[in-house]
């Protein structure tokens, strides 16, 4: 029989340290809409995710009602788009992106992801035309998210690609000027995108795949947050690490049960539960308070990113035993916009862009929600993106970049984007020039290591 | 199918006779029942077979979290699976 301690434990767990489920997200494959018509592609499409999808949000209600496990997303991943534009060679990809939107509305979810083309080594035609689509696409839909692969570990750097989306990020952030240049925040630069990620922007269903599958995305920093307070201040680092796994056990564990429940109702099969620890800009669900309590003044510090690989891997080793299959991102999420901790981090100049270029060399994801001037050129851009990128191919990890150039904003000023994308302070970025080097395009080479057979 | 209701407030007369009131209505069998103060601050958990009960799960969730709206104490109705595989292996 459960102990009355171990009930309000859990208990506490919902009502005062932010523990949720961040996501529910059903990946469905469009791969059998393509057609060489658009008009008829994009009505297979909206038909195949409004059926698919039908109950997704009734049944995550229901699993939220019987476990009081509150669901804070609910949300659709699709093959990425890209394929249905090589079928389909004539036509505006924007219609795709449009179709998405309407299908997502119908359904009820928070957001749709897969507007996305991966373009590691080389682009197709169809890839072509949907990435200079990206500004238009995003900015006249509410909850298509998009993503583009620029570099793998396998086939190295396409920075041919990446000269590209610097400028495409900025032409999204120009077309969405009122609103602080919110379409970047639905768009994100990957190296080594994974195919099961159920977290946004940057999910999609990648090609090994099934018809449908269900993952799910955890949270939970508060969690964490206040487990390493009860242990105090002078608790050793093993120990601090022992407390974030069982920890991350327990999360881990509410993942699992709504992953196995969510896909027994909806009859799909259970993809991943992605052992994220991912933050909102709400008080005490902050991933840069947790390091904090580990003896850090302030997030950004000296230390911070050695904080930051215990917390990340303790988080993996807790919660890869409390779940049958974990996947997607699987790590902690460092986005500055959303996290209360890292939003004062950047504010009181602790925590700058270089820094958190070292910490994405240890945790789950990359430069995530980073606003920067609204004057940062196109090159520079590219050039973040490049050395995010080179982190990931050569780590062998994901690494993102999801960076807002606000348009008219400078350094010091912040932009509010409301809702779980939060508020996002101004940081600024190097003075000095990197366009030759993105100016060169080509490919980087795969890294020596890439050769494993 | 078990649950688990867990009332927490300030105490006041009548919150167990109020809940167990809505159970037996409802035709819920109470498995387990403790109860405390910690630090002024009444609480209950009850373990309990829903499985014959003569109303829905949301119709009982309804009932419970009313009447924890007029006795100023929260209550939360939960499937006992979710406290089970977090402290369970």
Redesign the interface.
Known sequence: ??S?L??????KMF?EEHLDIRTITMGISLRDCADSNIDEACRKVYDKITRCAEHLVKIGEEIE?????PIINKRISVTPISHLCDAAKEGDPVLFALTLDRAAMATGVNFIGGYSALVQKGYTMGEKRLIESIPEALSRTKLVCSSVNIGSTRSGINMDAVGQMGTIIKTAAEKTADTGGFACAKLVVFCNAVEDNPFMAGAFLGEGEGETVINVGISGPGVVKTALERLGKDADLGEVAETVKRTAF?IT??G??VAQEASKRLHVPFGIVDLSLAPTPAIGDSVAYILEEMGLEVCGTHGTTAALALLNDAVKKGGVMASSYVGGLSGAFIPVSEDAGMIHAAECGALSLDKLEAMTAVCSVGLDMIVVPGDTSASTISAIIADEAAIGMVNNKTTAVRIIPAPGRKVGEVVEFGGLLGTGPVMPVSEFQSDGFIHRGGRIPAPLHSLKN | MKAVISVIGKDRVGIIAKVSGILSESNVNILDISQTIMQDIFTMVLISDISSSSIDFTELKKKLTQAGDELGVSISVQHEDLFNSMHRI
């Open positions: 029989m459960l009355q171990e009930i309000l434990e859990t208990l009502r009602t019987e476990y009081g496990v327990k564990r509410v699992q049960l």
